[in-house]
C-alpha cells in the first residue's frame, strides 16, 4: 500500500512542479475517492490540502482540511490508535516537498495542531482574521508544548488585539523558542519580534529559528561557499534580488523603482522571483523595468538553487528573510560567494549563510554589530526607501468630511495591529486622559479582525476616556488612506515594532511621527529612528516611554510644534535624504562594491558604515 501510496504522490507533484495544478489535484481526489485505507486516506487528504493552498485555492485548502480535521477529531474520541497529541500515520520521506511554503511544521507525523495551523493559514490568506485566531488557538489547545503552536497563536492574537495573556505569552514564547528541538519549524518567527528589544536576546532567538533550516538541508547540495568569478576591467557586477514579494506587496511596491534606477554600465540587475503573479501593476513595472526578470513560482528549492547558481550571480540579495512564503533554505544552500538580506526581514537570519545585513547607522550603531550573525552595512540614512510610484499626491480630506472636530489634536495610528502592545496602547491612552481636546485614530487593515477594535474600545473605557476621544476606521483604499493625513497632526510609532513603509507614507504626506526608537537595541524596533533622521526630524526619537509621552503632551497643547514639523516635510521634500530613492540606489551600489573587493582580497564579510 504504501509503494503505491508513494507513486501516486510522486505523480502528482511532477504534475504539480510542470505547472499542471488541475491534473495534480485529479490525482490525489481520485486516490481518494478510490482508497478505503484510513491512514492513506488521510495523507492523500492532507497532501491535497497543501496542494490547494501552493496553488493559491485557499478556500478549496480549507475545504479539504475541514474535512480532514472532522475525520481525525471522529478518531481521537473513538479509537485508541491516536494518542492524546493527535499524532497520526508517518509522513513518509517523499512526501515532504508538499509541506514547504505552507507555514507547517514539518515534522515526521500528521497531527490535529498541524492540521489547525494550516486551516489558520488559509484564514490568514482568505483575510479573515477571526477564524484565523481560532484555528491557531485550537493547534495550541492541543499541543501548548510546541513553540510552533504558540508563535502563530500569539502572532494572530496580538492581530486582534487579544491582550489577556499578553505577558504570559512572551516568556512562554521565548522559553518555548529557545528550547525547540531542531525539527520544530519557526519560520514563522516575525511574531518574536515584538516580544524582545535587546540585542542579546535577539542573537539567541534568531539562531534557534535557522536552527531547523540548516538541520532539514540536503548534504549534497549545499555548499559552504562558491568561488568568485573573475571580473575583467569594465565587466559589470551581477545582483540579483530574491523575494516572494515582487508583485502588489510591501516590499514590491517599495522596491519597484529601484531596478530602474541602477547604474546598468556598472550593474547587470536580476529580480529573482518566486512569488505569485498576481498580474498587478508593480508586478508588471518590475518585470518591465528591471534587465533580468527571472521567474522561479513553482520550482523546488533544489531546482531553484540550481537555476540561480548557474546565473553565477556575484552578489544576491534576499528580501523576504523569514517573512510569509519565503524560502530562506535557497540562501542556505549558498546560490552566491555573496549572500545578504535587506529590507523585509529586519532582523538577523541566525545563520551565517548570510554574509551581510544591510541597514543604517541609526538602526544599527557600531556597539550593536556584535548581536548580529551576519557582517552589518550601515548605510548613511535610512534603510528604508520612499517609492515615487507608490507615494503619489492625494486630494487631502477634510476633518469635516472624515467626521473629526477642528479644535481636536488628532493622533493616528494606521500601521499593522500586530505591531501594538499594551503597555503602548495604556500610554497613548495616558496621553488622552491628560489631553481631553486630543483624539485617538486607529485604523486596521483586513489581516486584523473588526473584534479587535471591540478590545480596545473596551480597555479605553476601563482607562476613564470618553468614547468621543477614540475614532476607528475600518481597511480603506490606498489614496483614501494617504489623503486622511491632512486631518492628522501626529502619527505615532509603535514599540518595539517600528513603523517602516507607514512612517515614510505619513512623513511623505506632511506628518510628523513620535517615534521611540532610541530605546531599542534590535533594527526592527531602532529603524524607524533612521526614518525620522532622514528627514530632518531626529528631535522626534526619543529613548524612554516618560519621553514619548511629554513629546506628545507637549505638541498637544501647543499646535505649532506639529505645524511647524509638516511645514518643514512639505518644503523640504524634495531635498530630505528619506526621498531621495536615486541616492539611496547608489549607496546600495557602493556597498556592493566594497562587499566584494572584500572578498577579492581573501577576507571574511566585514561590518563597516559608509560616509554619506
Known amino acids: 500500500m504504501m509503494e503505491l501510496l508513494a507513486h501516486v504522490l510522486a505523480r502528482a507533484f511532477a504534475c504539480e512542479q510542470s505547472g499542471d495544478f488541475q491534473q495534480a489535484q485529479e490525482i490525489l481526489s481520485n486516490a481518494i475517492a478510490r482508497q478505503h485505507d484510513m491512514r492513506a486516506t488521510v495523507v492523500l487528504r492532507d497532501s491535497l490540502s497543501v496542494l490547494q493552498f501552493r496553488s493559491g485555492q485557499h478556500a478549496k485548502a480549507l475545504k479539504t482540511l475541514t474535512e480532514l480535521i472532522d475525520q481525525l477529531s471522529g478518531e481521537t474520541e473513538k479509537s485508541s490508535q491516536l494518542n492524546g497529541s493527535a499524532q497520526y500515520t508517518a509522513w513518509p520521506q517523499w512526501a515532504q516537498p508538499y509541506w514547504s511554503g505552507v507555514g507547517s511544521s514539518a515534522s515526521s507525523v500528521i497531527d490535529l495542531p498541524r492540521l489547525w495551523r494550516n486551516a489558520g493559514a488559509c484564514y490568514m490568506r482568505m483575510y479573515q482574521p477571526k477564524e484565523a485566531e481560532y484555528a491557531f488557538a485550537q493547534a495550541y489547545r492541543l499541543r501548548p508544548d510546541q513553540a510552533t503552536n504558540v508563535l502563530y497563536h500569539y502572532g494572530q492574537s496580538m492581530a486582534n488585539c487579544d491582550w489577556s495573556r499578553w505577558e504570559e505569552l512572551c516568556e512562554e514564547l521565548i522559553t518555548r523558542v529557545l528550547n525547540a528541538p531542531a525539527q520544530e519549524d519557526l519560520s514563522a518567527s516575525i511574531s518574536l519580534f515584538s516580544v524582545s528589544d535587546k540585542s542579546q536576546q535577539m542573537h539567541a532567538l534568531s539562531q534557534r529559528v535557522a536552527k531547523h533550516i540548516e538541520s532539514q538541508l540536503d548534504l549534497a547540495l ?10 575583467s576591467n569594465g565587466e559589470r557586477l551581477k545582483i540579483g534580488y530574491f523575494s516572494y514579494d515582487l508583485r502588489n506587496h510591501a516590499v514590491g511596491q517599495i522596491t519597484q523603482d529601484i531596478f530602474a534606477l541602477h547604474d546598468r554600465q556598472r550593474f547587470g540587475i536580476y529580480a529573482l522571483s518566486y512569488g505569485p503573479d498576481d498580474e498587478s501593476v508593480t508586478r508588471a513595472k518590475i518585470a518591465r523595468e528591471v534587465e533580468h526578470f527571472v ?6 528549492v533544489d531546482q531553484m538553487v540550481h537555476a540561480i547558481r548557474a546565473l553565477e550571480l556575484d552578489i544576491v540579495v534576499d528580501l523576504s528573510g523569514h517573512t510569509s512564503g519565503a524560502l530562506p533554505q535557497v540562501m542556505h544552500y549558498r546560490v552566491a560567494p555573496i549572500q545578504c538580506h535587506w529590507l523585509g526581514y529586519l532582523w538577523s537570519m541566525g545563520s551565517k549563510a548570510y ?10 550603531p557600531q556597539e550593536l554589530y556584535g548581536a548580529y550573525h551576519e557582517a552589518v552595512v550601515a548605510l548613511p540614512h535610512t534603510l528604508q526607501l520612499a517609492s515615487p510610484s507608490k507615494l503619489k499626491s492625494h486630494v487631502p480630506k477634510t476633518r469635516e468630511e472624515l467626521g473629526l472636530r477642528d479644535d481636536a489634536f488628532v493622533m493616528a495610528y494606521f500601521g499593522a495591529l500586530s505591531k501594538l502592545t499594551p503597555t503602548m496602547f495604556d500610554a ?9 481636546h486630543a483624539v485617538l485614530w486607529i485604523g486596521r487593515n483586513a489581516h486584523s479582525s473588526s473584534e479587535a477594535f471591540g478590545r480596545l474600545r473596551f480597555r479605553a473605557m476601563q482607562a476613564g476616556i470618553h468614547p468621543a476621544q477614540m475614532v476607528f476606521s475600518d481597511p480603506v483604499a490606498h489614496d483614501v488612506h494617504l489623503a486622511r493625513y491632512a486631518a492628522v497632526d501626529v ?12 512612517a515614510v507614507e505619513a512623513l511623505w504626506m506632511g506628518c510628523p511621527i513620535v517615534s521611540m526608537a532610541a530605546a531599542g537595541e534590535t533594527l526592527v524596533s531602532r529603524m524607524p529612528g533612521g526614518v525620522l533622521h532622514a528627514a530632518g526630524l ?5 529613548d524612554s516611554l516618560q519621553a514619548y509621552q511629554v513629546l506628545l503632551l507637549r505638541a498637544a497643547h501647543d499646535r505649532n510644534i ?28 557602493a556597498a556592493y562594491e566594497k562587499m566584494l573587493r572584500t572578498a577579492q582580497a581573501g577576507q571574511p564579510a566585514q561590518s563597516f558604515a559608509l560616509p554619506a
Open 295 to 300: 521567474p522561479l513560482q513553482g520550482r523546488t
Open 562 to 589: 506639529c505645524a511647524k514639523a509638516r511645514a518643514h516635510l512639505l518644503a523640504e521634500k524634495d531635498r530630505l535624504d528619506l526621498f531621495d530613492t536615486k541616492a539611496r540606489v547608489r549607496q546600495l551600489e
Open 538 to 542: 531626529g528631535d522626534w526619537v526619543v
Open 428 to 436: 497613548w491612552l495616558e496621553v488622552l486622559r491628560q489631553a481631553p
Open 491 to 502: 502619527v505615532l510609532d509603535p514599540y518595539p515594532v517600528g513603523s517602516g513603509v507607514t
Open 355 to 364: 554574509d551581510y545585513v544591510i541597514a543604517d547607522q541609526f538602526s544599527v
Open 222 to 231: 549545499r555548499q559552504q561557499k562558491l568561488p568568485l568569478r573573475k571580473i
